[in-house]
C-alpha cells in the first residue's frame, strides 16, 4: 500500500513540475526556519540547566532600599557567603563568583616565545565551585583543582590557546603580574549559560575594610554587593523556608548600619535556570527577552502557516483538473477514506523532499554565514546528540504534511462524480471563499511583519543619530594599563596634542555607554538639611568637558591638576533637579557617605545620555579623580585618519612596550548598547522577506493557474478590443482587494505590536502613519508584478490561438 501511494505521489510530481516545485520550495523555506526557530527555542529554554542540580542551585540577590535608594541587584556582599553556611543548615554549599574582564594572560615557554591575550571572561570563585557546578573535565580533579591558592581551570579552547598541543595541566600562567598553576581544563561552556567563563581563578578574597578593630565584620559590609552568590540547596527545598529564617540573619548581620541610613534589605532567590528569562535585577548579565521569544516562535509559526497556505491553495484551485482522475478512481471502487489517504500521503510526500531541501538550507545558514556570531550562540545540527533536534524535524514534517494537505484531502475527493466524468465540474464557490480568505490571511502576515521590521529599523537608527548631548565621533580611546604610564600621563597628553590632528586629551576612569554605573549613596543638600541620596558617579580628569563636548550651563569646569580633586564634584540637570536646586546648584554641598568633609557644586552640565537611549538620563555627579588612571580619550581630525591612528599606534608602544597595543573608538563601542536590537531586527527583517517570497510563491502558482483557466475568456475579450492592460487588469483586481483588506485588517495589530516594542526605549522616534500607506502601496506593486509575470503573456497571446485552446 505505501508503495503505492509512494509510486502515484512519484507520478504526480512528475505530472506537474511546476505547481509541485512551488509547493516544495515553499515548503522547504517554512520547515528551514522551523529547524532555526527550534534549535534557537532550545537553546534559550534551556539555560543553564546543563548542570546537573540546576533545579537545586538558586542564586542570592537582595532588594536595598533606603532614604534615596531603592535598588533590586542580582549580586551579594561576598561576606555573606559564610554566613549562610553557619546560620542555615540546609544550605550543603555556597559560591561566590566575581568577573574579572579585560586582564592581560601571558605564557612564558621559552625565552622570546610569549603568548600573551588580554582575556575578557575571568571569573574568581570559591574552592568548592564544582560541588555545585557540573562540568566535564577533561584533565585535574574537580575536588582538590581549586583548593589550593593561585590555581586555575582553562577551559578547553583557552588550553589550547596557551598551550597548543601540549598538556596544560601543572603550567603555570601569569595574571596581573601574580602566577597561577593550572590545575583543571574543562570541556568549553555552551552558550547557553549566565555564568560563562574561559578561565576560573581560585580563591576569591575577602575585602579589606570589613572587620573593625576587634575583628568582626563590619554591618555595612553585607550592603556592599559585590559577587554573585549561589547556594545549593536539598531536593525540592522551598525558598519560603529561606525568607522565613533570613529576619534572624538580617537583625544579626544587616540591623546595626542599616538602622544609621534607614535601610531594609530583602533576599532574592533566583532558581539557576530561571534567571534567563525570570531576572530582570541591576548588575546581572544580559537578560533573555520571553517577549521576543514569542515573537519569533508567532512569526516561526506564521511562515509555516504561509507555506501550508499555498499549497492548499494550489490544490483546490487545480481541483478542476483533478476531477475526472477523483471520478475515474471513484468510480472503479477507491472508497473516501482511501482517497484522503492518498492526497495526504502526496502532501506528506512532497514534504518529506521539501524537508530534505530545508536540511541543506539549514545547514548553509549555520556553518556557511555568520548567522552563529550574529546571534551569539553555538547552533548545531546534531541529530546524533541532540533527540529534540530529531523527532522536532521529523515532527515538523510529517505535521505541515498534513496541515498543507488535510484541507485538500476531504475536498477533493467530495467532488460529484457524475459532473467529474462529464466535464462539467467547476469549483464550488465555498472553495473560492476559501482561497480568498487565505490569500488575504497570507497578505496580511506580510504586511505586518514588514511594518515591524521597517519601524524597528528606523528606531533603531534614530537611537543611532539621536544627539546625545556630547560628541561621540572621531574619539579615540585606549585603555591605560601601566602604573608607570599613568603617572606620566600629562606629558603624553601633551606629546599627542602636538600632533595636529590630534586635537584634544582627556582621562576618565568611565567609558560613555560601557561602564558608567553604580550609584553610592552620597549626602546632599536640600531644603531640610543635608539628604540622603544615591547618584551615578564618575571619575575624570582634565579637559574632559572639552574633550567630550559636553555643555556646562552654569559655574565653572573642574581647574587644571588636582586643585578641586578633594572638594567640588560637577552635577547634570537631572540631579539638580532630583534635589530641587533649580537654578542654584552652584555652591550646593555633596558628600561622600562616611566622610567627615563637604564638598561643593562648582558646575553643572547639560544633561547628556551617558547610557543607550532605552533608558532616560538619570541624576550623575562628575568628580575630578586624584589619579589619571581608566582609559586616555583622544579627539582626532577625520582627515587623514589612517595616519593619525599609524602614528598612535606607534606612539603608545613606545610608551607601554609591555602590554599590547589596544583601541576603539567610541561611537563604536557606544553603538554595540544596541546590538541586541540590531539582532531582533535582522531577524525579524530576514523573516519578513521569507514571508513575502512565500506568500508571492503562492501567488504566483494562482496566477499561472488563473490566466491558463482563462485563455479562452482572454481570447474573447481581445477580439472584442480589450487591451492588454485591461486584462492584465481584470486578472488582478481581485488580488488587490484582497491585499487592501489583508492592509486594513492589520495594521491596527501592528500598531499595538510596534507600539509595545517601542516602550523598550526611553526615547523614541516621531510616529510616522504615513509608513503603513508605503507597506500598503508596496504589497500592491510587488503583488501586481508577480501576477503580471504570468497574466502579461497570456494577455499577448494571438486570439485565434486563445479560442483553440482546449
Wanted: proline share 4%; glycine share 6%.
Amino acid at each position: 500500500m505505501f508503495r503505492n501511494y509512494l509510486r502515484f505521489s512519484t507520478r504526480v510530481f512528475l505530472k506537474d513540475k511546476f505547481f509541485a516545485s512551488l509547493n516544495i520550495l515553499g515548503l522547504a523555506l517554512g520547515i528551514a526556519v522551523s529547524i532555526l526557530l527550534l534549535l534557537i527555542l532550545q537553546n534559550d529554554l534551556t539555560y543553564d540547566q546543563y548542570h546537573e542540580h540546576h533545579q537545586r542551585i538558586y542564586r542570592v540577590g537582595g532588594h536595598l532600599s533606603a532614604t534615596g535608594i531603592d535598588i533590586r541587584v542580582a549580586r551579594s556582599a561576598r561576606e555573606l557567603r559564610n554566613v549562610l553556611q553557619d546560620e542555615l543548615p540546609e544550605v550543603q554549599a555556597a559560591v561566590r563568583a566575581n568577573s574579572w574582564d579585560h586582564t592581560l594572560v601571558k605564557y612564558e615557554p621559552r625565552a622570546g616565545e610569549e603568548r600573551a591575550f588580554y582575556e575578557e571572561n575571568i571569573v574568581r570563585t570559591d574552592s568548592n565551585y564544582f560541588q555545585g557546578f557540573s562540568h566535564t573535565f577533561l584533565a585535574g580533579n574537580p575536588k582538590t583543582c581549586l583548593v589550593d591558592l593561585n590555581t586555575l581551570v582553562l577551559t578547553e579552547s583557552t588550553a589550547k590557546r596557551y598551550f597548543g598541543d601540549e598538556p596544560a595541566l601543572d603550567k603555570t600562567l601569569l595574571i596581573d603580574n601574580t602566577s597561577y598553576k593550572v590545575t583543571g581544563v574543562i570541556k568549553d561552556l555552551p552558550s547557553n549559560t549566565h555564568l560563562s567563563f574561559d578561565i576560573l581563578l581560585s580563591q576569591l578574597a575577602d575585602r579589606e575594610w570589613v572587620r573593625g578593630e576587634n575583628g568582626q565584620i563590619k554591618s555595612e559590609a553585607f550592603w556592599n554587593p559585590d559577587v554573585y552568590l549561589y547556594v545549593l540547596v536539598p531536593e525540592d527545598y522551598e525558598p519560603q523556608t529561606f525568607y522565613s529564617k533570613f529576619p534572624a540573619i538580617f537583625d544579626k548581620y544587616f540591623k546595626s548600619f542599616g538602622d544609621q541610613v534607614g535601610g531594609k534589605y530583602e533576599p532574592i532567590l533566583e532558581r539557576l535556570d530561571q534567571i534567563h528569562f525570570h531576572s530582570g535585577l541591576e548588575a546581572d548579565e544580559p537578560q533573555g527577552n520571553m517577549a521576543y521569544l514569542y515573537a519569533f516562535s508567532g512569526i516561526g509559526i506564521f511562515i509555516i502557516l504561509l507555506a501550508c497556505v499555498n499549497y492548499m491553495n494550489l490544490s483546490t484551485a487545480k481541483s478542476v483538473n483533478r476531477a475526472a482522475e477523483i471520478a475515474m478512481k471513484k468510480t472503479l471502487g477507491s472508497g473516501k477514506p482511501a482517497l484522503v489517504a492518498s492526497f495526504l500521503g502526496e502532501s506528506v510526500f512532497l514534504s518529506v523532499i521539501a524537508s530534505i531541501l530545508a536540511l541543506g538550507i539549514a545547514a548553509t545558514v549555520i556553518y556557511a554565514t555568520s548567522f552563529n556570531d550574529l546571534i551569539g550562540k553555538k547552533l548545531a545540527l546534531d541529530f546524533v546528540h541532540n533527540p529534540v533536534l530529531l523527532f522536532g524535524t521529523v515532527g515538523l514534517t510529517v505535521l505541515i504534511g498534513v496541515i498543507s494537505g488535510l484541507y485538500p484531502a476531504f475536498y477533493l475527493p467530495a467532488i460529484p462524480t457524475l459532473q467529474a466524468l462529464k466535464g462539467a465540474y467547476k469549483n464550488r464557490k465555498s472553495s473560492l471563499v476559501l482561497r480568498k480568505v487565505l490569500i488575504t490571511t497570507q497578505f496580511g502576515i506580510s504586511i505586518f511583519v514588514v511594518v515591524c521590521t521597517v519601524f524597528m529599523q528606523r528606531q533603531i537608527r534614530y537611537v543611532r543619530n539621536r544627539e546625545l548631548g556630547f560628541n561621540k565621533e572621531n574619539i579615540v580611546v585606549l585603555p591605560i594599563n601601566d602604573t608607570l604610564v599613568q603617572n606620566q600621563i600629562e606629558g603624553i597628553k601633551h606629546e599627542f596634542l602636538q600632533r595636529p590632528t590630534i586635537t584634544q586629551a582627556t582621562t576618565a576612569y568611565h567609558v560613555l555607554g560601557m561602564n558608567v554605573n553604580g550609584q553610592p549613596v552620597m549626602w546632599a543638600e536640600s531644603e531640610s538639611g543635608m539628604k540622603q541620596q544615591a547618584f551615578t558617579l564618575m571619575f575624570v580628569g582634565d579637559d574632559y568637558l572639552k574633550t567630550m563636548g559636553l555643555t556646562l550651563v552654569d559655574g565653572r569646569d573642574f581647574q587644571p591638576g588636582l586643585a578641586d580633586a578633594d572638594h567640588s564634584f560637577l552635577v547634570n540637570e537631572a540631579a539638580a533637579k532630583l534635589m530641587g536646586w533649580g537654578n542654584n546648584a552652584v555652591g550646593k554641598k555633596v558628600k561622600f557617605f562616611h566622610d567627615k568633609d563637604d564638598k561643593q557644586v562648582i558646575g553643572v552640565v547639560k544633561d547628556f545620555n551617558y547610557n543607550s537611549l532605552h533608558n532616560a538620563v538619570e541624576p550623575l555627579l562628575i568628580a575630578r579623580g586624584r589619579d589619571n588612571g581608566g582609559f586616555l580619550h583622544l579627539r582626532v581630525r577625520g582627515e587623514d585618519l589612517p595616519e593619525t591612528m599609524d602614528y598612535i599606534r606607534q606612539k603608545w608602544s613606545q610608551i607601554d612596550p609591555i602590554h599590547p597595543y589596544e583601541y576603539f573608538f567610541l561611537d563604536q563601542r557606544f553603538n554595540e548598547q544596541y546590538r541586541a536590537d540590531e539582532i531582533q531586527y535582522k531577524l525579524v527583517s530576514t523573516l519578513s522577506y521569507i514571508c513575502i517570497f512565500i506568500s508571492l510563491l503562492g501567488l504566483l502558482g494562482l496566477s499561472a493557474f488563473t490566466a491558463a483557466q482563462r485563455t479562452k475568456e482572454i481570447g474573447i475579450r481581445k477580439v472584442h478590443g480589450a487591451s492588454v492592460p485591461h486584462i492584465i487588469y481584470m486578472l488582478y483586481k481581485d488580488v488587490m482587494y484582497l491585499v487592501l483588506l489583508a492592509s486594513v485588517l492589520i495594521i491596527p495589530v501592528a500598531w499595538y505590536v510596534v507600539t509595545q516594542w517601542l516602550g523598550n526605549f526611553a526615547y523614541q522616534m516621531p510616529p510616522d502613519y504615513g509608513l503603513f500607506v508605503v507597506v500598503t502601496v508596496f504589497a500592491i506593486a510587488i503583488s501586481f508584478l508577480t501576477v503580471a509575470f504570468h497574466s502579461w503573456k497570456t494577455a499577448r497571446t494571438n486570439p485565434v490561438d486563445s479560442l483553440k485552446y482546449e
